[in-house]
């Protein structure tokens, strides 16, 4: 039973009570007054009182990315309006962060306590080994401990389709990926797409380019740099560019708008489309998107639930763990074919590599 339902039913309660009473002959109108007041405070908030505490240590970037981060914090938001969790988010600016950030949420009473993006490995490691009692969830990582959920995703069949809609969009018959580090993870967004737009076009040419080596966390906050690469293939004839590489992608959108009608952004992790000016509504084609949001949340109702062991999940297409957005109609004319090859992945007709 949720905290919602159990002050539900607490209010219903004294409200019969209250009738019961009245019947009798023996109110007070004191006490009727009160518990009317009790009531309306429960109706109004059936949140109130809940010691449910989730901790969220974001990675570089925070909320306010616009992509990864921000999927997360959509979670936690969930978590708190219809679990009743009260949230705590601290944000890693440096590397050095994210071990403190991970025991200032356990210190402060959170459980569960979520960390937002593989970087968080060694930080991870040590915090949860030294709070057992603590249960610790991982976007992007994979630690074999007793009290920590790992929580993977088929970045691969997300970028398929949206691979798929460029380039059956693609007039050029060329289109481009932007990498943010040069990592096996974002590589398996790279090696979706290419294999999404090959199925459909096997001749098509597909531009790829990483704006860091691994390690470098500049490369997740590098809108320039990604704006100057997007704007270099556009002008040599490019139409579509898919960039995964978390804040950069500001600047592919960017190149977008400026290089005008016919050239399109993808975004990825979050619908981009929807946190966009309408200039860049304009110029965004879909966004391949990654649900850590639902990761976020589901690992916050299996704590709650009693669940608190550790483990590791995959959220792909078949459980809606990734997919494609569809805002602003832009794909709308193309929607049965993206479809049916997201049937054709879902059945294992279709396996989408992992590396380019």
């Known amino acids: ?51 449910l505490k989730l901790g969220l240590a974001f990675d570089t970037g925070g909320r306010g990315d616009g992509t990864f981060n921000d999927s997360a914090a959509r979670g936690a938001e969930q978590a708190a309006s219809e679990l009743c969790y009260v949230v705590s988010e601290l944000e890693a600016t440096t590397d050095d962060d994210r071990k403190p950030n991970l025991e200032a949420l356990v210190a402060a009473g959170n459980n569960p306590v ?51 809609a460029a380039a059956l969009k693609s007039a ?19 090696a979706g797409y290419i294999a999404g737009a090959k199925a459909v076009n096997p001749d098509i040419k597909v531009e790829s380019k990483y704006l860091g080596a691994a390690g470098d966390n500049a490369a997740w906050g590098s809108p320039d740099k990604a704006k100057e690469i997007a704007m270099s293939w556009y002008k040599k004839g490019a139409d579509i560019v898919y960039t995964a590489a978390g804040g950069s992608g500001a600047g592919t959108i960017e190149a977008a708008v400026e290089a005008g009608e016919g050239k399109w952004a993808i975004g990825v992790d979050s619908d981009q489309y929807l946190t966009a000016t309408p200039e860049q509504q ?49 794909v709308d004319d193309i929607a049965d074919q993206l479809e049916a090859f997201k049937a054709k992945i879902v059945s294992g007709e279709i396996v989408v590599p992992t590396a380019p």
């Open 1 to 51: 039973m949720t905290k919602r339902k159990g002050l539900k039913s607490a209010a219903f309660a004294i409200a019969a009570f209250a009738l019961i009473t009245g019947a009798c002959g023996g109110s007070d109108t004191a006490t009727e007054e009160s518990v009317t007041e009790e009531t309306a405070a429960a109706a109004a908030d059936p949140c109130e009182g809940s010691e």
């Open 114 to 164: 979520i960390a937002v993006g593989f970087a968080f490995g060694g930080a991870i490691e040590e915090v949860a080994a030294a709070n057992p009692n603590v249960t610790f969830g991982w976007v992007d990582g994979y630690l074999d401990l007793p009290n920590v959920k790992t929580l993977g995703f088929s970045e691969q069949e997300g970028s398929f389709l949206v691979g798929a």
């Open 172 to 190: 050029s018959g060329t289109i481009g990926f932007i990498g943010g580090q040069e990592i096996d993870l974002i590589k398996r967004f790279e």
């Open 282 to 330: 304009a110029r965004i084609l879909t966004s391949m998107l990654k649900r850590v949001d639902v990761s976020v949340f589901l690992t916050a109702k299996a704590v709650k639930e009693g669940d608190i062991t550790g483990g590791f999940k995959i959220y792909d297409l078949k459980s809606d763990g990734v997919g494609y957005a569809t805002s602003g109609g832009h």
